[in-house]
């Protein structure tokens, strides 16, 4: 039975969405992370002298309690290591280990892997314009949400994570 949003943009766009994660997932756990771990060694790599915890999660756009989860993980597969820089150890540098930049190596072959998937369905003609349509679709959308709402969708989008 065909679902009935198939011919929605909204329902395909989630669907390719949800099934890219998934393939990513996969593709992150033969290599022993979960999605969204990437993502914060890869910022990290581009701070080689380590950033603030809340450096970190504004820029991983997640809350400061999922971005201490993930560097928790991170830091347990000796990835990642935290440093207190104040005396009360409120301030927190997170920088990445030499385990860490090895890691990163695979991550950038998954993605490249993944990217190859999915380039290989489209011309590059075909794959410029899809880009393109998608940037206008965030850009729209992202025009309609408040600050407020922004925040809430990304709470939502973790509390998926969590589960």
């Known amino acids: 039975m065909k679902h009935p949003g198939r011919k929605s943009i909204g329902f ?3 669907l390719a969405a949800r099934l890219h994660r998934t393939r990513m997932a996969t593709l992150l756990g033969e290599i022993g992370l979960f999605p969204g771990q990437e993502q914060a060694l890869q910022i ?5 002298d380590g950033m603030s915890m809340g450096d970190l999660s504004r ?6 309690p999922t971005a201490s989860k993930t560097i928790a993980r991170l830091a347990a597969q000796g990835l990642v290591e935290r440093e207190a820089k104040a005396a009360d150890g ?5 920088r990445l280990t030499e385990a860490g930049i090895d890691k990163l190596e695979k991550i950038d072959a998954a993605t490249v892997q993944l990217e190859a998937e999915i380039s290989d369905i489209f011309d590059s003609k075909e794959a410029k314009r899809l880009r393109k349509s998608l940037r206008r ?6 025009d309609q949400l408040d600050p407020e709402q922004e925040a809430e969708a990304l709470a939502d989008d973790e509390a998926d994570d969590a589960e």
Do not use: S
Request: net charge positive; hydrophobic share 45%; glycine share 4%.
């Open 12 to 14: 395909q766009l989630v």
């Open 44 to 48: 990290l790599a581009q701070n080689r």
């Open 59 to 64: 820029t991983l756009h997640v809350r400061p």
């Open 90 to 94: 409120r301030v927190v540098r997170v």
């Open 137 to 142: 679709i965030t850009r729209q959308l992202g």
